[in-house]
């Protein structure tokens, strides 16, 4: 009977295709923004308490059965799946990722007291950690639609998948790192296409409009940050209790990352607006401009850019598969 089981990468317009899976610079305006005094408290580490005094025994049996599974020869994203299935998140409850648990077993503080797992465990996983990374590799090649790219299908941010025969693509990875595995495109036909999509949005007459104020939010998004640090100061003495501090914290935290992100798309806005009516002489340059030259020019001008289904036939690539989301 005919399986119709997907393909991972199918959605690519290379025959060969293999099985697959930033925040906005702020910018100046941000950079005006003074930080809120930070508290000494440091971010919780997986399997021990906040202090690191003890253990956190729920994830430090996690980390036990990870560290033996993997040495007997299961996969990290086996692994994963089977701690998201079961309901077991980071510290900061949100799903586990292949580089996450790979980064986690190989902890030095695993075997520092109190200890999670024993100091020959410890080694062995340093061991097969390090006997993954060898081998020879060609120089890597860096990407300049990094972050912009989204499945269709699962809405995944793609990422740059280096092969050793073919070319390279942009893919959707698979579930254990956040997407379906369903979809790929040659990542210089794209980068291409982009790049010209980009220039020519750069000679728009959309792009033309009134110099971009933002000192409104600038000091909105200051005032945020001094009420933190001031609630900070109100429970260190007393005056508030935990539980007061912990609900005013997360609704001025959440003003305050919604300001962070109108102050950025603000600062990308006139960063793009400056660039108006440059198309031309960009074009021009283009190829000797370096690639973080280019993903500047690419970022500014985009929120993002969605990747369709490849149509047959899938050895053709059509530039029609990219949909940009251009910044407004």
Excluded at 49 to 75: F, I, K, N, P, Y
Excluded at 101 to 121: C, E, G, K, M, Y
Excluded at 131 to 150: E, M, Q
Excluded at 252 to 261: D, H, I, L, S
Aim: proline residues 6%.
């Amino acid at each position: 009977m005919a399986s119709n089981k997907r393909t991972p990468g199918q959605d690519c317009e290379d025959s060969n295709v293999e099985p697959v899976r930033q925040r906005a610079q702020v910018g100046p305006l941000l950079s005006a923004v003074p930080d809120a005094p930070r508290t000494s408290r440091s971010r919780r580490a997986f399997g021990h308490t906040a202090d690191r005094s003890r253990l956190v025994e729920v994830e430090a049996a996690a980390v036990r059965e990870a560290a033996t599974r993997v040495l007997d020869g299961e996969t990290l994203s086996a692994v994963v799946r089977d701690w998201n299935r079961r309901g077991l998140t980071t510290v900061n409850g949100g799903p586990w990722r292949v580089n996450s648990l790979s980064s986690l077993l190989v902890q030095p503080r695993l075997v520092v007291f109190p200890q999670i797992i024993d100091d020959a465990t410890h080694e062995r996983l340093l061991a097969l950690h390090a006997s993954r990374s060898k081998g020879p590799r060609r120089a890597t090649r860096r990407y300049l639609l990094t972050g912009l790219l989204r499945c269709w299908r699962c809405g995944g941010t793609m990422r740059g998948m280096p092969r050793a025969r073919g070319a390279d693509l942009y893919v959707c990875p698979g579930p254990p790192h956040g997407g379906c595995s369903g979809t790929a495109v040659t990542a210089n036909h794209a980068e291409a296409a982009i790049g010209a999509m980009v220039l020519a949005r750069l000679d728009s007459p959309e792009l033309l409009g009134p110099p971009v104020d933002g000192r409104e939010i600038v000091r909105e998004l200051a005032d945020h940050r001094q009420r933190l640090a001031d609630l900070g100061d109100l429970w260190a003495s007393g005056q508030i209790s935990k539980e007061e501090w912990i609900s005013l914290k997360r609704n001025v935290g959440q003003r305050a990352r919604a300001a962070e992100a109108e102050v950025a798309r603000l600062t990308r806005i006139a960063t793009l607006r400056s660039m108006a009516g440059t198309g031309r002489v960009m074009r021009a340059r283009w190829p000797a401009m370096t690639i973080d030259e280019r993903r500047g020019v690419v970022h500014a001008a985009l929120d993002h850019v969605v990747v369709l289904a490849a149509e047959p036939p899938r050895q053709v690539f059509r530039a029609e598969r990219l949909k940009p989301a251009w910044l407004e």
